[in-house]
């Protein structure tokens, strides 16, 4: 609590009101930037911006069709329409994105980034104008986690004029979406609204996911150098829609099956943010930030992996599968979180370079709950056996923590060395058994970045950082109250590279990385399914290659059509345990599996697609490819019966994406074509077996206005 109080002390000099001046320099930008529109130009490290303009040629579905265009980052898709997206990062373990901090505007997208820092929700990609990606040293400056990277989404400014735009789509796997958006600028006031809602049929039988997504967006110039923006989001998703994955048996019966059809997810998520920019002065720029979110998840389920057939199997009302229907109950996994905070940052242009500095006061609170119901579609405690109130748990985190970077240009070399502190408090509750414990974590974070670049043709980066990500309160604190000895993820990482365009219509990245860890946090057993504890896995190690690169005919040589290319790839050619480590999955014994390859670190993806641009139509063809991968830390080959361990082959999907301009019209009609192979194949086993999205084929009218 001290260090808390002393880290407001340094934040409340920095808080300003608002008072008008008398300037000549336009009104700043309120929104935290992360990297900004004109891109990572001489940024000093592996850095991607994509515009919206850019990725909707190819129609992404979701989010995790565009993330496949960065280099560096494995995305799996999990239940059709990207609501919960699973993000790794140069080899690190995608599940739930839990090594990578996800941003919106600058300001935390997720709903417990300190305490437990999953995702599942995100909002449609229509709410974006762009989306950024940053892997180097320069993560010191968000945190908490800087192991993987950091992905911001950028919401777009308001338009000067009024205008707007419609979307409707329809098609295959029972899709359908609509999409409206709108905004003008008056006098100083400008506003921006959007409504989105979409539903299809999932990946697998027995499934029906829906969501709806609202966002305002009021910026308010108060002089030349004074702005407001105020954001209000909420999203509501009702889906039929299971949680465990098949078994071996299940998968041969039929892949696209499942035996749960009263699982029901049920998400409400509302989040505002306040921000203020003033341009102090023509070198001094001031930022605040405060935002809230809440985010309730109700998800019932009658089996929470593979291993359960169905959970409450034990109850003699339900004797297995054959009741399942009828007297076997489910489980309610009911959560509420609540998060809270205020963030100010510093740009000074000095004689020393460019100095940011910045802090943070977060705050975290979860509630958590399992009902047991007696049937298969309940949604509340039930009474019979195994039923009732099974958990009522409280979980808490509070942070401080502060940055300082500063950018040294000495010619075309500039040098930016920064040290982000991180303190934090952690409590949870066990309000079933009476019980409480608590514990603190503080941690320095240093990095440096260096880059050269005589022109935009070619930019020299390289830079090595402290990797850091907090254990979840749960892993860190038992039930019991008492305190674990699990250490937080801390690795040091390295990159160096190339980025630039050697002429007109071409460009790329290219960057050699190692993340060395002195501890990985992984599951006490990899395949344990729901509830596997966390463990210090000790040392890993992860090295490789990633690069990425477009080409477009009509920037290049001023052709009439417009002949594009791009491409992105990542080899993982190390993803390893180092030291001393031993297998603990159960019933294989203490099996050395140090030198063994680290699970879900497929050695190869790439993305990569051609197409062309009349003006009036044009077409693309996408293909995307992800390497085999092991399952388990014994590198298991062979599947076992409840399907979460055994070798994942590797597989490619193509995807087809048209368009036609109406001439004399603000009208375009729209088709893609998911997975034109119609091909099956499994991309996870964490859970039981998990397949792909199958073919659809989607038309759509998209109208300006």
Not at 224 to 244: H, P
Not at 469 to 497: F, K, Q, Y
Not at 518 to 536: F, L, R
Request: charge should be negative; include cysteine; aromatic fraction near 8%.
């Amino acid at each position: 609590m001290r260090k808390s109080l002393l880290a407001t002390a340094a934040l409340l000099p920095l808080l300003s009101p608002c008072v008008a001046l008398a300037e000549e320099e336009a009104a700043p930008v309120s929104e935290l930037i992360v990297i900004g529109p004109e891109g990572p130009g001489e940024f000093p490290g592996a850095a991607t911006r994509i515009e919206a303009v850019e990725y909707e040629r190819s129609q992404p579905r979701d989010i995790n069709d565009v993330l496949r265009r960065v280099p560096g980052l494995y995305v799996r898709t999990e239940e059709g329409l990207g609501l919960r997206p699973n993000i790794g990062v140069r080899g690190l373990n995608p599940t739930r994105s839990t090594e990578v901090l996800l941003l919106e505007d600058g300001v935390p997208l997720t709903y417990s980034p300190y305490g437990d820092n999953a995702s599942y929700y995100h909002p449609p990609l229509e709410r974006f104008s762009a989306v950024e990606v940053l892997k180097g040293a320069g993560q010191i400056v968000y945190g908490p986690h800087t192991v993987g990277g950091v992905i911001n989404y950028t919401t777009a400014a308001p338009p000067a004029d009024a205008s707007g735009r419609l979307v409707l789509r329809a098609g295959g796997n029972e899709t359908r979406e609509l999409v409206l958006q709108g905004g003008d600028t008056f006098g100083s006031l400008g506003l921006l609204g959007g409504f989105a809602t979409g539903a299809n049929s999932g990946v697998r039988e027995n499934q029906e996911l829906s969501y709806s997504d609202v966002f305002i967006k009021a910026v308010a110039t108060l002089s030349e150098r004074q702005a407001l923006t105020f954001k209000a989001t909420a999203y509501l998703e009702d889906s039929n829609v299971g949680y465990s994955g098949l078994t071996e048996a299940e998968y041969r019966a039929n892949p696209r099956g499942y035996p749960f059809t009263n699982d029901s997810f049920v998400i409400e998520r509302y989040g505002a943010s306040l921000a203020h920019g003033w341009t102090v002065s023509d070198d001094l720029q001031l930022n605040t930030v405060l935002y809230a979110s809440t985010f309730d998840r109700d998800w019932w389920r009658q089996s929470s992996n593979s291993g359960q057939r169905p959970s409450d199997s034990a109850d003699p009302a339900c004797g297995g599968m054959a009741n399942l229907n009828t007297t076997c109950g489910n489980e309610g996994r009911l959560r509420q979180y609540y998060m809270y905070g205020l963030e100010q940052r510093l740009t000074l242009n000095w004689s020393g370079g460019e100095l940011l500095a910045g802090a943070r006061l977060h705050a975290e609170n979860q509630e958590r709950f399992q009902f047991n119901g007696d049937r298969p579609n309940s949604r509340a405690p039930g009474v019979g056996s195994g039923a009732g109130v099974r958990e009522h748990n409280v979980r808490e985190a509070r942070a401080a923590s502060a940055f300082i970077k500063n950018t040294f240009q000495i010619g075309d070399l500039a040098i930016a060395p920064g040290v982000r502190f991180e303190t934090m408090t952690f409590n949870r509750s066990d309000k079933l058994a009476g019980r409480s414990g608590s514990t603190e974590l503080s941690e320095w974070i240093p990095g440096l970045g260096v880059s050269w670049s005589k022109d935009q043709r070619l930019t020299l980066f390289a830079g090595v950082h402290r990797g850091f990500s907090p254990p979840r309160v749960e892993d860190i604190i038992t039930n019991a109250g008492g305190s674990v000895e699990l250490d937080p993820e801390r690795s040091l990482n390295w990159e160096a590279g190339l980025r630039g365009s050697p002429m007109a219509g071409l460009e790329g990245e290219l960057a050699i990385f190692r993340l060395d860890f002195d501890n990985q946090i992984v599951p006490a057993s990899v395949a344990g399914g729901v509830g596997a504890t966390a463990t210090s896995a000790g040392e890993t190690r992860h090295l490789g290659l990633e690069g990425a690169a477009s080409f477009s005919s009509k920037a290049a040589f001023a052709t009439s059509v417009d002949w594009y290319a791009d491409v992105a790839f990542t080899w993982v050619e190390t993803a390893e345990y180092r030291g001393r480590r031993f297998s603990s999955i159960a019933g294989l014994g203490a099996v050395s599996v140090t030198g063994n390859r680290l699970p879900y670190a497929p050695e190869w993806m790439s993305r990569a697609a051609v197409g062309f641009d009349t003006g009036v139509i044009q077409a693309e063809l996408e293909g995307v490819y992800t390497g085999e991968m092991f399952t388990d830390d014994v590198n298991s080959v062979t599947p076992i019966a409840n399907g979460q361990r055994g070798l994942i082959d590797d597989a490619w999907q193509f995807n087809l994406a048209a368009a036609y301009k109406v001439p004399n019209t603000q009208v375009k009609l729209t088709l893609a074509v998911r997975n034109l192979a119609d091909k099956t194949f499994i991309i996870d086993r964490s859970r039981g077996i998990l397949v792909n999205e199958p073919r659809a084929a989607i038309v759509g009218v998209d109208l300006a206005f």
